[in-house]
């Protein structure tokens, strides 16, 4: 009796899909292939590799200066190509920490570097580069837009993205160089990807010679109106600002006095990016542009002013080698060894090499006669130059300084052997900051002169046989 009524459930159960099944059921469905493409047949595109050849490279030499201290939004094994190309050139890398130091750094340094930066530049440090630029110093900012610093609004709390192109231009706008808040793309011919834009436009200049094709990679499009555009984009290279192109702005441009450059992009530094199409020789460029900068010699960068490793010393045979002197010739001579240069005391005045010359201004008309060009001329009373008029001689020294093919030549005058001990305090510091100071000519205080604070009165003395003597006169009182 179980099993029948088993059987009776179960179809009960069934059933029901059955029929539904025999209702619905329509036939096997004649379904039309969906063509798919022929991946077999797809190639990936090959981009075109050089290798960088650091073999046979001119040896420049020098300093550059890479900015480590305005937050900057980078790892420096990303810019090791860069990094290479300038140590394979002779060249030196130091990193700038703290703004205290930097106006020394940039005293001797070839170039200044700045990757994308996070904090703006303050006044006073754009100054002191633009006064380097003046000098011959080479400037590169290198920005991507890839890289935001994170900020948080204090009464929101909300984080906000800044560019790093903001913080580019603090110092750039006084080059007229601005850097657009933007990124360039190409969807109709790019690198694989719409944001890695290809350049083949270049402008005439030592940091486009030898390029065909250069690649960016989330390029921030820049202009300079006085300057030019490095690299010039098709007009298919669009800015996300507006979605159109500007036939003013491209990848990189370089200031009107062609010691500034500024890029979009950062990533094309870094490996394998450094090695696409002509990234590797653009990168060799860029070491050369950094290194071979034409820098002037001027009492500015005062002490860094000598060419050579050694300096010779030459010391007036009028002056008595006293123990007062010895103790100023040794901290000169500390000075200079700071700076890793040897200085060797000649009895005989060179006429080549770097040398320092040593004298009272009685010696100059005769030793030292040849520094006069620098159009300073000594008298019994005075000093007169072009920079600073007449000056009083007596408490008063003279730094002189010179160049030229055979050397360069500083001269430290003063009107007394104690002035001239002070004097050499002076520049032993290692500064000439408590000077007046052009570039040829630097007017230091080192005493109070022979006639102290003179107003240009005279008064006799009176002998003193001829004061009379006279009794004191007496003052009555109240009270008689």
Not at 213 to 228: C, D, I, K
């Amino acid at each position: 009796m179980k099993r029948p009524y088993l059987i009776l459930a179960l179809l009960a159960l069934i059933l029901p899909t059955l029929l539904r099944v025999a209702w619905f059921y329509r036939g096997t469905p004649d379904r039309a292939e969906i063509p798919t493409p022929d991946y077999a047949s797809f190639t990936r595109p090959e981009v075109t590799v050089n290798q960088p050849n650091l073999d046979d490279v001119p040896q420049l030499k020098g300093t550059v200066l890479l900015d480590g201290y305005h937050a900057n939004q980078f790892y420096l094994n990303e810019i090791e190509s860069l990094t290479a190309s300038i140590l394979a050139r002779g060249g030196n890398v130091e990193t700038v920490t703290d703004s205290y130091s930097f106006e020394t750094q940039l005293k001797y340094a070839s170039a200044f570097i700045s990757i994308s930066p996070g904090l703006s530049f303050s006044t006073y440090e754009a100054q002191l580069l633009k006064t380097f630029t003046e000098r011959g110093g080479r400037i590169l900012v290198l920005t991507d837009a890839t890289r935001n610093a994170i900020y948080f609004d204090y009464f929101s709390g909300n984080p906000v993205a800044a560019s790093d192109a903001t913080a580019a231009n603090s110092l750039l706008k006084h080059f007229d160089i601005s850097i657009n808040n933007d990124y360039l793309y190409n969807t109709s011919s790019n690198e694989g990807n719409f944001r890695n834009v290809f350049f083949g436009e270049f402008a005439k200049n030592e940091l486009t010679f030898g390029l065909d094709t250069v690649a960016l990679y989330g390029a921030h499009s820049v202009e300079s109106p006085s300057g030019m555009v490095l690299l010039k984009g098709e007009e298919t290279n669009l800015s996300s600002a507006n979605d159109a192109h500007n036939s003013n702005a491209g990848g990189a441009a370089l200031s009107a006095d062609g010691n500034v450059a500024a890029f979009g992009d950062l990533t094309f530094l870094s490996s394998p990016y450094s090695t696409y199409n002509d990234n590797a020789a653009l990168i060799q460029n860029l070491a050369d542009f950094v290194l071979s900068g034409e820098r002037s010699q001027t009492l500015d960068v005062y002490p860094f002013i000598f060419a050579s490793d050694t300096v010779k010393v030459y010391i007036s045979p009028n002056i008595q080698k006293t123990p007062t002197l010895v103790t100023a010739m040794a901290a000169l001579q500390n000075s200079m060894r700071y700076l890793d240069i040897t200085v060797e005391f000649v009895d005989e005045l060179p006429s080549s090499g770097d040398v320092i010359l040593v004298g009272t201004f009685d010696d100059a008309a005769e030793d030292l006669n040849s520094l006069r060009k620098i159009g300073v001329e000594i008298d019994s009373e005075t000093i007169n130059s072009i920079e600073f008029g007449e000056i009083s001689r007596f408490g008063n020294g003279l730094v002189l300084f010179e160049t030229g093919s055979k050397g360069n030549r500083l001269a430290l005058l003063a009107d007394t052997t104690e002035d001239l001990l002070t004097l050499m305090g002076v520049a032993g510091g290692g500064s000439l900051t408590s000077c007046l100071t052009s570039a040829q000519v630097a007017v230091c205080s080192v005493g109070f002169g022979d006639y102290g604070f003179d107003t240009g009165e005279t008064f006799e003395e009176t002998p003193v046989d001829a004061i009379e003597e006279t009794d004191p006169e007496a003052t009555p009182t109240p009270s008689g």
